[in-house]
């Protein structure tokens, strides 16, 4: 065993322990906030955020700026300045400045939070484009590193190191375009389609003998299309809320009225959407699906 060290300041990096005492020692930061400015956390991250319906608002969030300046300072946890941005939401955004330390804080359309890009349209079309220029790329890497024809073999390296890029966060960044959704699948079609190539031995155009379509090259691989698998994420995830193995208040999205307690009696009832956008929500393009079957 090491010998004991005492910590001056911070928590020992790589403890397991640590991420707990720095919750704890945040954990009080939403109360020094004034009323109408709520805030989401995770570790270190931190997101002030208040409706805007009209002009004099910002200074609500003005002053909720300044409470975490204030408690930062006491906390001895400086801010990073150049880290600091601002994203406005809306069809009618209202594009007011704020200040952090007497300096303006940088207004941006699209921002990194927590592994998503995030748009002032909420239409996750950036992320998407990041994502799978990303996956492209590794997917070029694995074919040139590997020269094996075995589909076992890369069928494997696909699921291990391309379709969790695809797939991460999937709940949330559901793409609500079909432009979008045929981008995605590409990738997956990209991958069969070289490695069927490979296996054959040559470039096949439609017209060859030998050719296979994007759905028969995922039967030949026993893939499941990306699209389809966004489904089966969604309801597991819908699963486990109803569960309670997500730290979610599920009555915030839905509410469930069990009927003989069979699955086939289960009725949701949910906020029904007014908005195009809302239509691709979670909840509605979820739980719809599971009404209509």
């Not at 010998?3 to 020992?12: E, L, N």
């Not at 930061?29 to 570790?43: D, E, W």
């Not at 069979?262 to 959407?273: I, L, M, V």
Request: glycine share 4%; with cysteine.
């Amino acid at each position: 065993m090491s010998s004991p060290r005492i910590a001056r300041c911070g928590v020992p990096q790589g403890s397991v322990l640590s991420p707990v005492l720095f919750g704890i020692y945040v954990n009080d930061l939403p109360t020094v906030l004034p009323p109408g400015v709520k805030c989401k956390q995770f570790a270190d991250d931190l997101k002030l955020y208040t409706i805007i319906d009209k002009t004099s608002d910002n200074k609500l969030l003005q002053s909720g700026i300044d409470s975490v300046l204030q408690w930062s300072s006491l906390a001895k946890l400086s801010l990073n300045d150049d880290k600091t941005v601002c994203l406005t939401i809306g069809n009618h955004p209202r594009t007011l400045d704020y200040k952090i330390n007497n300096k303006s804080i940088r207004r941006e359309n699209v921002t990194r939070d927590l592994g998503f890009l995030v748009s002032t349209k909420l239409d996750f079309t950036k992320h998407w484009q990041s994502a799978i220029n990303k996956a492209k790329y590794i997917m070029s890497q694995i074919f040139y590193q590997y020269s094996s024809n075995n589909s076992r073999l890369m069928t494997l390296l696909y699921k291990i190191f391309i379709r969790p890029i695809l797939e991460y966060g999937t709940a949330v960044t559901s793409p609500s375009k079909q432009g979008d959704s045929k981008a995605i699948e590409s990738v997956q079609n990209a991958f069969t389609r070289r490695l069927y190539c490979r296996q054959k031995g040559r470039y096949l155009k439609p017209d060859d003998k030998d050719y296979k379509s994007a759905d028969q090259r995922n039967e030949l691989y026993n893939l499941t299309s990306l699209e389809c698998r966004r489904k089966w994420i969604d309801k597991r995830f819908v699963s486990k809320m109803l569960a309670g193995k997500v730290d979610i208040n599920t009555s915030d999205f839905f509410t469930v009225t069990y009927k003989n307690r069979t699955r086939a009696k289960t009725k949701f009832s949910w906020s029904k959407c007014k908005t195009k956008l809302r239509r691709n929500f979670f909840t509605n393009r979820t739980l719809t699906g599971l009404m209509q079957k």
